[in-house]
T-cell receptor, first 113, second 112 residues
Framework: GAGVSQSPSNKVTEKGKDVELRCDPI?????LYWYRQRLGQGLEFLIY????????KSGLPSDRFSAERTGESVSTLTIQRTQQEDSAVYLC???????????FGPGTRLTVL | GDSVTQMEGPVTLSEEAFLTINCTYT??????LFWYVQYPGEGLQLLLK?????DKGSNKGFEATYRKETTSFHLEKGSVQVSDSAVYFC???????????FGAGTRLTVKP
């Protein structure tokens, strides 16, 4: 079956512009995560959606970052007024629920010039 | 809150050396524990897992034992290969908030 997909795969933008990144989780997966991975660095948790519960936004680094999820489907991560330090790979992951395997998407590589 | 802490890298070993990557956890209740691996240019994927104390997860020659008394889940392999070069992530899932949390990752480089 289809895995987690993300679009675009690459995004180059100018400092100060807004960007929107998309994640399509595996159908039926109630849990959805966004992470940031800077070059050569580990995973940085951003936000967690679980079903219809209020999302855990504790990892968002600033109010320029926001994310939405419609039901148990698509999620978008929006970065407003991008800065050069936002350059990274943004990973999305989904999980059906419970201690099941978490599946990661291929990521969106964001470059802010 | 619930979290995992893993040893900082990078770790560089020669082929056929013994590998240990330490992971300890803090959690209320009884978490499930995981190791994920990210090979160069690829996405993260599950390597192994253990869901209760004293369980041993194993895959591709890697092993990790869930030790409740030391709150640890160290990853081991007896003889590493160049193809094991990757970033390894420890993770835990807790029932309380149905949440999966990852460590920062440890980069392993194996030299021939």
């Amino acid at each position: 079956g289809a895995g987690v997909s993300q679009s675009p795969s690459n995004k180059v933008t100018e400092k100060g512009k807004d960007v929107e990144l998309r994640c399509d989780p595996i159908s039926g997966h109630t849990a959805l995560y966004w992470y940031r991975q800077r070059l050569g660095q580990g995973l940085e948790f951003l936000i967690y959606f679980q079903g219809n519960s209020a999302p855990d936004k504790s990892g968002l680094p600033s109010d320029r970052f926001s994310a939405e999820r419609t039901g148990e489907s698509v999620s978008t991560l929006t970065i407003q007024r991008t800065q050069q330090e936002d350059s990274a790979v943004y990973l999305c992951a989904s999980r059906i629920t419970g201690p099941d395997t978490q599946y990661f998407g291929p990521g969106t590589r964001l470059t802010v010039l | 809150g619930d979290s995992v802490t893993q040893m900082e890298g990078p770790v560089t070993l020669s082929e056929e050396a013994f590998l240990t990557i330490n992971c300890t956890y803090t959690a209320t209740g009884y978490p499930s524990l995981f190791w994920y691996v990210q090979y160069p240019g690829e996405g993260l994927q599950l390597l192994l897992k253990a869901t209760k104390a004293d369980d041993k997860g194993s895959n591709k020659g890697f092993e990790a034992t869930y030790r409740k008394e030391t709150t640890s889940f160290h990853l081991e392999k007896g003889s590493v290969q160049v193809s094991d070069s990757a970033v390894y992530f420890c993770a835990l899932w807790t029932y309380n908030n149905n949440d999966m949390r990852f460590g920062a990752g440890t980069r392993l480089t194996v030299k021939p």
